[in-house]
């Protein structure tokens, strides 16, 4: 059956613009979460939904950063006015429910030049 | 808070080599443990998981067990191969006491780069 995708696959952007990275969950996941994989960072969590609800934020680096999910299903992960250091794979994943196994997308590599 | 200390690679071994990658983790509770492994050009998968202290995980000749006492979880197989080759990330989920609610958010390690040689 279809995993989880996410797109675009690669996004090159000027600093100081603004980006959105799409996730789309296995049907049926009522969980999901963004992670970013980053050279200095290693693989650390942004934040996580149980259905249109985010319960935990904790991981977004600054204010910049934005997430929302729309019927309990696509997520979009918007980065306002991009710096170098937000340059890194933006993973998405989604479990069935919460404590339950997470299956990953391919990512986004997201490069801020 | 929570966190992961893998070992630091890369790691480059022969074919049919005994592998061993640690991992050891601080947390608080009773938290679940994860390996997963990313081979080149995929995306990151679950390669095997322990939800208690002394479970073993195993999944295609990988082993780790649960040491609770030495909190630990290092990954072990007997015989690599070529195909073996990826980053592999040792990973906690923390889950709180019996009668609460958990989610899956996953503190990983920095990961170890395997690669196999022929």
């Known amino acids: 059956g279809a995993g989880v995708s996410q797109s675009p696959s690669n996004k090159v952007t000027e600093k100081g613009k603004d980006v959105e990275l799409r996730c789309d969950p296995i049907?049926?996941?009522?969980?999901l979460y963004w992670y970013r994989q980053s050279l200095g960072q290693g693989l650390e969590f942004l934040i996580y939904?149980?259905?249109?609800?985010?319960?935990?934020k904790s991981g977004l680096p600054s204010d910049r950063f934005s997430a929302e999910r729309t019927g309990g299903s696509v997520s979009t992960l918007t980065i306002q006015r991009t710096q170098q250091e937000d340059s890194a794979v933006y993973l998405c994943a989604s479990s069935l429910n919460p404590s339950g196994r997470q299956y990953f997308g391919p990512g986004t590599r997201l490069t801020v030049t | 808070g929570n966190s992961v200390t893998q070992m630091e690679g890369p790691v480059t071994l022969s074919e049919e080599a005994f592998l061993t990658i640690n991992c050891t983790y601080t947390a608080t509770g009773y938290p679940s443990l994860f390996w997963y492994v990313q081979y080149p050009g995929e995306g990151l998968q679950l390669l095997l998981k322990?939800?208690?202290?002394?479970d073993k995980g195993s999944n295609k000749g990988f082993e780790a067990t649960y040491r609770k006492e030495t909190t630990s979880f290092h990954l072990e197989k007997g015989s690599v191969q070529v195909s073996d080759s990826a980053v592999y990330f040792c990973a906690l989920s923390p889950r709180t006491n019996a009668g609460g609610t958990s989610y899956g958010k996953l503190t990983f390690g920095q990961g170890t780069i395997l690669t196999v040689h022929p």
């Open positions: 322990a939800t208690k202290a002394d």
């Open positions: 049907s049926g996941h009522t969980a």
């Open positions: 939904f149980q259905g249109n609800s985010a319960p935990d």
